[in-house]
C-alpha cells in the first residue's frame, strides 16, 4: 500500500513539474540509484548494483538527448554526462569504488546547482548579496 502510494505521489510530481524540476529530478535519482548501488556493492549484490547502474546510466542518456547543442554549456554537460557514464562502466568492470564515489559527488553537486537555479528563475534573485 505505502509503495502504490509513493508510485502515485511520484506519478503526480512527474506529470506536473516544469522541465527544470525534471531534470533535477532526475539528478536526484541519480543521487538515490548510486547509493543504493553503493549498499548492494557493500553486500555482495552484484547482479542487483548492476541494474540499478544500468538505470543510471540510461538517466545520463536521457540527460543527453535532451541537451541543445547548440550552446556550449550543452556540449559542456554532455562531455561531463559521458565522462561519468564511463565512470560507471569503467566501475562495473573494475570494482574501484572511487569511480562512484567521483559520480555520486558530481549527481550531489548537480542537485545542489540545479536547487540554485530554479531558485533564482522562480524568485529572480541570487540569493547572495546583490
Known amino acids: 500500500m505505502h509503495n502504490a ?20 529530478l532526475l539528478y536526484q535519482e541519480i543521487v538515490k ?14 547482479e542487483d548494483m548492476n541494474i540499478v547502474l544500468h538505470k543510471v546510466r540510461s538517466i545520463f542518456n536521457e540527460l543527453i538527448i535532451t541537451l541543445d547543442l547548440k550552446y556550449e554549456i550543452s556540449q559542456n554537460l554532455k562531455d561531463l554526462y559521458l565522462f561519468y557514464n564511463n565512470h560507471l562502466a569503467q566501475f562495473m568492470i573494475n570494482k574501484n569504488v572511487e569511480l562512484l564515489d567521483d559520480t555520486l559527488e ?10 540554485q537555479a530554479l531558485n ?8 547572495i548579496n546583490e
Open 33 to 46: 540509484s548510486i547509493l543504493k548501488a553503493k549498499q548492494l556493492y557493500n553486500q555482495g549484490q552484484y
Open 106 to 115: 558530481f549527481a550531489r553537486d548537480m542537485v545542489d546547482t540545479w536547487k
Open 5 to 24: 502510494q509513493q508510485m502515485q505521489y511520484l506519478k503526480v510530481q512527474v506529470e506536473t513539474a516544469s522541465p527544470g524540476e525534471l531534470t533535477l
Open 120 to 127: 533564482i528563475v522562480k524568485t529572480g534573485r541570487l540569493g
